[in-house]
T-cell receptor, first 108, second 113 residues
Framework: GQNIDQPTEMTATEGAIVQINCTYQ??????LFWYQQHAGEAPTFLSY????GLEEKGRFSSFLSRSKGYSYLLLKELQMKDSASYLC?????????FGAGTTVTVRA | GAGVSQSPSNKVTEKGKDVELRCDPI?????LYWYRQRLGQGLEFLIY????????KSGLPSDRFSAERTGESVSTLTIQRTQQEDSAVYLC???????????FGPGTRLTVL
């Protein structure tokens, strides 16, 4: 079976940094994805890790440790528009298994 | 259009009625997926189509759920005799091939009264 855990909610101040952790136990692994989902909208791709280490893309970075079954998404210089749900998803062949999502609220 | 489209965007139905949800994938994408997102929960895989291969229906929750895809184009998800627990957002995604990034549509919000 698949078990993917991430915190339910996080709150941070505009301009700050927030780190969203994701732990997983899955039967197979072909990579880990992070998606952003604004309320009522489709999830949009943020990052993909298949090897251990840090992937940086502008204000967003994602880290993976396969041996620990652990990933995090780091959001820097938070902006109000970053208020959204962030979904951690593990790929096994073609299937994506998702965590329940972390709702991030950015306050002025 | 450039992205995945779904229709209708919202559907309200009465318990026991059948509903049909439609997905138009990105042109050229051979792989198509349906997911269900219940309130406060993660996306659940429902079904996967890849070209002309037999679909993976392992995620369909009951025999009331079925899906079809015509070649590498439109897909429809049908829910027969809807129940209140079927209320959710149904998301469709497509990818160039099974190994590639999935692009999601905006979803259909289904409410069963």
């Amino acid at each position: 079976g698949q078990n993917i855990d991430q915190p339910t909610e996080m709150t941070a101040t505009e301009g700050a940094i927030v780190q969203i952790n994701c732990t997983y136990q899955t039967s197979g692994f072909n990579g880990l994805f992070w998606y952003q989902q604004h309320a009522g909208e489709a999830p949009t791709f943020l990052s993909y890790n298949v090897l251990d280490g840090l992937e940086e893309k502008g204000r967003f970075s994602s880290f993976l440790s396969r041996s620990k079954g652990y990933s995090y998404l780091l959001l820097k210089e938070l902006q109000m528009k970053d208020s959204a749900s962030y979904l951690c998803a593990v790929k096994d062949d073609y299937k994506l298994s998702f965590g329940a999502g972390t709702t991030v609220t950015v306050r002025a | 259009g450039a992205g995945v489209s779904q229709s209708p965007s919202n559907k309200v139905t009465e318990k026991g009625k059948d509903v049909e949800l439609r997905c138009d994938p990105i042109s050229g994408h051979t792989a198509l997926y349906w997911y269900r997102q219940r309130l406060g929960q993660g996306l659940e895989f429902l079904i996967y189509f890849q070209g002309n291969s037999a679909p993976d229906k392992s995620g369909l929750p009951s025999d009331r759920f079925s899906a079809e895809r015509t070649g590498e184009s439109v897909s429809t998800l049908t829910i027969q005799r809807t129940q209140q627990e079927d209320s959710a957002v149904y998301l469709c995604a497509s990818s160039l091939a099974r190994w590639n990034e999935q692009f999601f549509g905006p979803g259909t919000r289904l409410t069963v009264l």
